[in-house]
């Protein structure tokens, strides 16, 4: 059963009176911090309320996607809307673009400032469970190195918020990115005593052990730590979590159907209950805008779309019964699909440009013909397969190549391919040739999973002209990338002019 995460309380203020002028009256049914953060319920409220932030606009809901799908390769925009076009092809000439960038930096703090909430006022609170309360503190050092690790990824060099300031008019310092990854794994270290292996069905969605040790070796990864990485994910394997996950029906990641199964390690937990507007309101929208936003012409907005480089790679490489590889089917829209699996996409037809193909992932095209704002379809931020990759990967780096094989193989096998060293012996254990074979193995189990951008980053694709050039090669879009400028986005204008602590990220 998903949670409904829909209590909001977040931005309590506290009144403060100097003198007696009617003008400055208190707000006799507004609740302050002293009224609130009294009970277990109160505390409950708070950690709920982090929840809530992930059906904000400028999260998960919504423009995440936009960020790390269609910035990266593997996706891109030809929407009418032209500045949203411009911001997925590096095109950065407003940095107030509200959609590209504020409302994310906006949504990313709110999301912080809550979580600094519960970790101020719940110590404070008496529990008659001393356990639940170790568990809320935990969810919320979780949250919060969530949100940064995103922050680091798409900003780098963004303000440590790390408590709920007493003075509207703060100015905060800004950090580096080596800073920030401190910050990150220093609360996913702390949030792993409290947080369980597994949660009971009334609570399904909130973090776990596996959730932290996923989110930790992705962080360290990104910091090429690649022993602390391993280390990590030995949980999975050699660790209490070697018998908890495995991999499932590869088509029920990415449907309402069989949601948090056993190749989830972490979701967000979207629904149609409510379909209101966006914001703080009772009845928020508590469902994914992604599908109506990426839906192919005539089905939703189709803002944003796959580039086709996916599709032939997906068929460069037969099964072991001379068939495409069935996560095509799963993953992509494209022209050619009927043909090569017999299967009519939401019962209509439309027209197709040369070479054009459209994000499948996520899409309701199963059970209806048409998109909206309110798709319940979780979003899966880590998933089995992934940590499979993970640990490949960082057993490559650590020249353990041999070992590493095995991972690749349980993904492959899966959709019925050869193991890796029967289809591609060229490679033995050529570390530099696993790790080119690798990034070819990610982009078929994971495109369009928001995983590609962070990919990118991590090895070293965009560090130079050379490597970048190769990107190119593949996404057009990528003959606008500057070197040490867009490997980062811009901090929001409006934050730097009010702000002196803050320096506008560099070449911008």
């Known amino acids: 059963m998903k949670i409904k995460y829909i209590i909001m309380v ?15 009256q208190s707000n006799p049914n507004a609740l302050t911090v002293e009224d609130f953060w009294k009970t277990e319920d109160d505390a409950k409220r708070g950690v709920n309320a982090i929840y809530a932030m992930f059906y904000q606009n400028g999260g998960w809901s919504r423009w995440m996607y936009f960020r790390l799908d269609l910035t990266s390769d593997e996706g891109f925009s030809n929407s009418p809307w032209v500045e949203l076009a411009d911001w997925t092809r590096f095109n950065y000439i407003n940095y107030n673009f509200w959609e590209g960038n504020n409302w994310t930096w906006r949504d ?36 919060r190195a969530f949100y940064y690790y995103y922050a680091a990824l798409l900003w780098e060099n963004v303000p440590l918020v790390l408590s709920v300031p007493t003075d509207p008019g703060v100015q905060h310092t800004q950090n580096t990115l080596a800073e920030v990854w401190v910050q990150v794994e220093k609360d996913l270290r702390e949030s792993l005593a409290d947080l ?13 052990k596996g959730a932290v040790y996923g989110m930790l070796a992705r962080c360290l990864m990104q910091q090429h730590k690649w022993s602390e ?99 095509l089917q799963y993953s992509l ?24 193909a459209w994000f499948k992932k996520y899409s309701r095209d199963y059970y209806r013909n048409n998109e909206d704002y309110y798709s319940e379809v979780n979003n899966r931020i880590l998933r089995y397969a992934d940590i499979l990759l993970m640990y490949a990967e960082t057993l490559n780096e650590l020249n353990q190549t041999g070992d590493a094989y095995q991972y690749v193989n349980m993904v ?70 500057i070197i040490n400028k867009h490997i980062r986005l811009p901090i929001p204008q409006i934050e730097v002019l009010n702000n002196p602590n803050l320096e506008q990220n560099p070449n911008y």
Not at 10 to 19: A, G, P, Q
Not at 113 to 131: M, Y
Not at 284 to 308: E, K, L, T, V
């Open 10 to 24: 977040c931005s309590i203020v506290t009144i403060l009176s100097c003198n007696k002028d009617v003008l400055n």
């Open 108 to 143: 990313t703090y709110k999301a912080v400032f809550r979580c600094n909430q519960v970790l101020e006022n719940v110590p404070a609170i008496e529990f008659k469970d001393a356990g639940l309360k170790s568990k809320i503190l935990a969810q919320a050092k979780f949250m």
């Open 196 to 208: 369980p292996e597994q949660w009971d069905a009334a609570n399904t969605g909130r973090p776990t």
């Open 229 to 327: 990485a391993k280390a990590a994910l030995d949980y999975f394997f050699t660790g209490n979590g070697k018998n908890l996950y495995g991999l499932v029906d590869f088509k029920d990641n990415f449907r309402a159907d069989n949601e948090n199964n056993k190749e989830s390690v972490f979701e967000i937990q979207f629904s149609n209950a409510n379909k209101g507007g966006d914001g703080d309101e009772v009845n928020n929208n508590m469902g994914s805008n992604r599908a109506q936003f990426f839906a192919p012409r005539g089905i939703g907005w189709s803002d944003g779309q796959a580039r086709y480089w996916l599709v032939e790679e997906f068929k460069k490489e037969k099964t072991t019964d001379n068939k495409i590889d069935p996560r």
């Open 333 to 356: 829209f494209y022209k050619e699909s009927l043909e090569d699996f017999g299967v009519k996409t939401y019962g209509r037809n439309w027209e197709w440009g040369d070479k054009e």
């Open 412 to 481: 492959r096998n899966r959709s019925n391919l050869r193991n890796l060293a029967e289809a591609y012996p060229a490679i033995s254990n050529n570390k530099d040739a696993f790790r080119d074979r690798l990034k070819i193995e990610r982009a078929l189990e994971l495109c369009g999973e928001s995983v590609r951008w962070a990919d990118l980053k991590r090895w070293g694709d965009l560090n130079s002209q050379a490597s970048v050039d190769k990107v190119k090669l593949r996404d057009p879009d990528f003959d606008n990338f």
